[in-house]
T-cell receptor, first 112, second 110 residues
């Protein structure tokens, strides 16, 4: 399996609090992605990165921000969590813009 | 915009063959991917098509027709462990984005 670690694996937080999810890779891949997965919606792209400090929005970026200050780490921040952000969040990496994505094990976030 | 359609659910019998279809409409095309996802687990990469035709990998094959915006995943000699969701995903253009359909849940019965 690709060396991808997501932390935390589970988190429960209250509405209005900030939350940061971390994705760490040991593969030195250029591309990193954040998806959320909800019943009835499949995997939806939140943000992705194509290099250090290079990021772009996905399909459902409102309410989320990202940062990538070094190749191995990609952070997803919910500035003020809402119940609609309760979801399973997957990080993925890709060697290039045409290579397959490989996924981390996911973070289950519950916003109460 | 992007639109990727797959059937929501399918059922098949152990030992049989099943075909899961995927149609797409995207602005630009730079490859179509199939992933398998067991309940509670992460998606895992199965196959990739960028040119028209059939790609075979053991019991799994994937077909692409770019002119029709159509792909299918063919699973042969079905096993109980093949019960999972199968996700079709398309790379539109050269941005590196990968957009997923909602997935097809396959149930394999004895």
């Amino acid at each position: 399996d690709a060396g991808i670690t997501q932390s935390p694996r589970h988190k429960v937080t209250e509405t209005g609090t900030p939350v940061t999810l971390r994705c760490h890779q040991t593969e030195n891949h250029r591309y990193m992605y954040w998806y959320r997965q909800d019943p009835g919606h499949g995997l939806r792209l939140i943000h992705y990165s194509y290099g250090v400090k290079d990021t772009d929005k996905g399909e459902v970026s409102d309410g989320y921000s990202v940062s990538r200050s070094k190749t191995e780490d990609f952070l997803l921040t919910l500035e003020s969590a809402t119940s609609s952000q309760t979801s399973v969040y997957f990080c993925a990496i890709s060697e290039s813009g045409t290579s397959p994505l490989h996924f981390g094990n996911g973070t289950r976030l519950t916003v109460t | 915009g992007q639109n990727i359609d797959q059937p929501t659910e399918m059922t098949a019998t152990e030992g049989a063959i099943v075909q899961i279809n995927c149609t797409y409409q995207t602005s630009g095309f730079n490859g179509l991917f199939w992933y398998q996802q067991h309940a509670g687990e992460a998606p895992t990469f199965l196959s990739y098509n960028v040119l028209d035709g059939l790609e075979e990998k053991g019991r799994f094959s994937s077909f692409l027709s770019r002119s029709k915006g159509y792909s299918y995943l063919l699973l042969k000699e079905l096993q109980m462990k093949d019960s999972a969701s199968y996700l079709c995903a398309v790379r539109p253009g050269n941005t590196g984005k990968l957009i997923f359909g909602q997935g097809t849940t396959l149930q394999v019965k004895p």
